[in-house]
């Protein structure tokens, strides 16, 4: 459980930070801002963490997936009722401006970088949740990819982060198509067919995300 959690959770942040912040110029009012973050602080909060002083992303994944494992069995269900409880508290503003990595860096003082992740693990946790009967079916798999072929999986975030270091004209989207099909291929490698449409959903969950859907016509179907 420890690592499919953390795994899966950082499928679509590999790169991160190599796509441009396309949503920093998208506002949220401050009135909207602090119903975001009232939200936000008490999801934190239930993880034990401190909102006042958020810690590094992926010290935030450990810790989930800390008390995650804590659960055995129920885990995944565990993790995914405060997944469920901060939809609910946002409710329309989950999909707002306030939840963009320009926001997450106005409401918890984080660089570009770690507002990314912040940002990006919502919406791939509400997908990974909405998905997570499939999610426990696939576990052993999950678990052995990331026990046993994490170096081969990272060939691929690799490759995307040089091809994005060397982008011409602006164009960051081509770059994550092959990602989206290299690490898709990957899991069918290990995994069976059975889990292609579910790790490229979760991939463009975390890329049309950052990039506020600009990549969505270039990216693949599922």
Not at 41 to 58: D, H, I, K, Q, V
Not at 136 to 147: G, K, M, S, W
Not at 194 to 216: A, F, H, L, P, T
Request: aromatic residues 12%; negative net charge.
């Amino acid at each position: 459980m420890r690592r499919v959690i953390a795994g899966l959770a950082l499928l679509s942040s590999v790169a991160c930070g190599v796509l441009p912040d396309v949503k920093a110029g998208s506002s949220c009012s401050s009135a909207f801002m602090a119903q975001t973050k009232s939200c936000l602080n008490a999801y934190f909060s239930g993880f034990g963490l401190n909102p006042a002083r958020l810690p590094p992303f992926e010290d935030y994944i450990q810790k989930i997936v800390d008390m995650t494992e804590q659960n055995g069995p129920n885990g995944v269900e565990f993790f995914c009722k405060y997944e469920v409880t901060v939809e609910s508290c946002l409710g329309y503003l989950f999909n707002s401006p306030c939840m963009t990595a320009a926001s997450f860096q106005d409401m918890y003082n984080m660089n570009l970088a770690q507002a990314i992740d912040y940002s990006t693990d919502f919406p791939v946790r509400a997908y990974m949740c909405n998905n997570k009967d499939f999610v426990e079916e696939n576990l052993a798999c999950f678990n052995d990819i990331n026990d046993n072929h994490f170096d081969e999986r990272r060939q691929c975030a690799a490759a995307v982060e040089k091809d994005i270091k060397n982008v011409k004209n602006g164009d960051y989207c081509s770059p994550w198509a092959g990602y989206l099909t290299c690490t898709d291929d990957f899991y069918v490698k290990y995994c069976g067919p059975q889990v292609k449409g579910y790790v490229c959903n979760v991939i463009k969950e975390g890329i049309n995300w950052d990039s506020q859907g600009i990549c969505m016509s270039i990216l693949p179907l599922c």
